[in-house]
C-alpha cells in the first residue's frame, strides 16, 4: 500500500476577481510568494510514476489535494485523480486546503464522492468516518478538514466522528481486518504549530486507546514522521510524509511516499515502512528508509 498526502496541485488555476474575497485572498499571497516556485507538477509526476512502477494495491491520500478550495481546482484534481486508476484502487480523506473557505467542504465531498465511499451501509449519514476493506485491511478515514479564519490551519476531530470511528473499528476487530486509520492533522500533541494543530487530539487518542488500531496515517507537517500513540493492546505507529509536491532543494523535505507491506494475520500482524524520496533536482527516487512498524 502507497501513501501520499498534501498534493497542493499545480498549476494553480488563475482565480476570478470575486474569488479572492476573505481568506482566499491571503492564501493567494502566500502561494505566489512561498509555494509557486517549491511545488512543482514535475515532481507530483515523477512519484507517482515510482509509485505506478511498483504496482501497489492501494493508494491512500491523506488530504490537501488543492489550494485555495477553488471550483476549477476541485475540477483539476477530480481529473487527476481519474488519470491515477480506478477509484476503488484509491482512498481519499480531506486537509484543511480542501474546506479552505465555508462550503467547501461540501463541494469536495460531492466532487471526489467515488474516493470517499464505502461499500457498505452503515448508520450514519455523514460520509466521514468511512471504511473499504481489500483483502485483510480495512481502510478507515475520517475528516478533520473545517474551514478556519485567515492564517489558521487547524482541524477538528469531534465527537459525532469519535462515536462512528469506534464503531468501524470494532467492526473491523470482529471481522480479524487489519486496521489503518487515515487523518490529515496529526493525532498526537506537539506535532506543530498551535495555529495549525488538531482540535480533539485528546478525543482521538482515547478512542484509538479503547478500541485498537493497526497503524495511522496523516499529511498536513509536509514531513516524514514517525510517532506512536497508546493503543489497547499496544502502541500503534503514527506515519506522516513529506509533500506529494515538494520539490528538492526547497524550505521543507522533498517529496517522498510511504510504501507499506502488509502481512499476517490477526493473531500476528507484521507491518513494515518504507520511505521514497526525490533525493536530487533531477527528481531521482531512491528508498531512504526502511523501517519494521512491528
Not at 501513501?3 to 476573505?22: M, N, Q, T, V, W
Not at 509526476?45 to 485555495?68: P, R
Not at 474546506?99 to 465531498?109: D, E, L, Q, T
Not at 509536509?222 to 506515519?239: F, Y
Request: hydrophobic share 40%.
Amino acid at each position: 500500500m502507497a501513501h501520499i498526502s498534501d498534493i497542493h496541485l499545480s498549476p494553480l488555476p488563475a482565480p476570478r476577481f470575486f474569488e479572492l474575497i476573505g481568506k482566499r485572498l491571503t492564501g493567494y499571497i502566500n502561494w505566489k510568494k512561498n509555494r509557486t516556485g517549491e511545488m512543482g507538477r514535475q515532481t507530483l509526476d515523477a512519484l507517482m510514476e515510482s509509485i505506478k512502477q511498483k504496482q501497489a494495491d492501494h493508494l491512500v491520500i491523506s488530504g490537501d489535494l488543492v489550494n485555495l478550495s477553488l471550483p476549477k481546482e476541485f475540477a483539476a484534481a477530480k481529473d487527476w485523480l481519474v488519470a491515477q486508476g480506478p477509484a476503488s484502487d484509491i482512498s481519499l480523506t480531506f486537509g484543511n486546503h480542501d474546506a479552505y473557505v465555508g462550503g467547501a467542504f461540501r463541494k469536495a465531498c460531492k466532487t471526489f464522492r467515488p474516493w470517499i465511499t464505502s461499500e457498505e451501509a452503515h448508520a450514519w449519514s455523514a460520509v466521514f468516518p468511512y471504511m473499504r476493506v481489500r483483502d485483510q485491511v480495512a481502510i478507515i478515514a475520517v475528516s478533520s478538514a473545517i474551514a478556519t479564519p485567515p492564517f489558521f490551519a487547524t482541524g477538528r476531530f469531534d465527537s459525532a466522528q469519535a462515536y462512528h470511528l469506534a464503531d468501524l473499528l470494532r467492526e473491523a476487530k470482529e471481522r480479524n481486518l487489519f486496521r489503518m486509520v487515515m487523518i490529515h492533522h496529526p493525532p498526537y500533541k506537539n506535532a506543530t504549530y498551535w495555529h495549525k494543530k488538531l482540535w480533539g487530539i485528546e478525543r482521538f487518542q482515547r478512542v484509538i486507546k479503547q478500541y485498537g488500531a493497526e497503524l495511522i496515517l496523516h499529511g498536513h507537517t509536509h514531513v516524514p514522521s514517525l510517532e506512536h500513540i497508546e493503543g489497547k493492546e499496544r502502541d500503534v505507529p503514527v506515519v506522516g510524509v513529506a509533500s506529494a509536491s515538494q520539490a528538492f532543494g526547497g524550505k521543507k523535505p522533498p517529496a517522498n511516499y510511504n510504501w507499506f507491506t502488509i502481512d499476517g494475520d490477526c493473531e500476528s500482524w507484521h507491518c513494515g515502512l518504507e520511505r521514497y524520496t526525490i533525493v536530487n533536482k533531477e527528481n531521482e527516487i531512491h528508498c531512504t528508509e526502511k523501517v519494521p512498524l512491528f
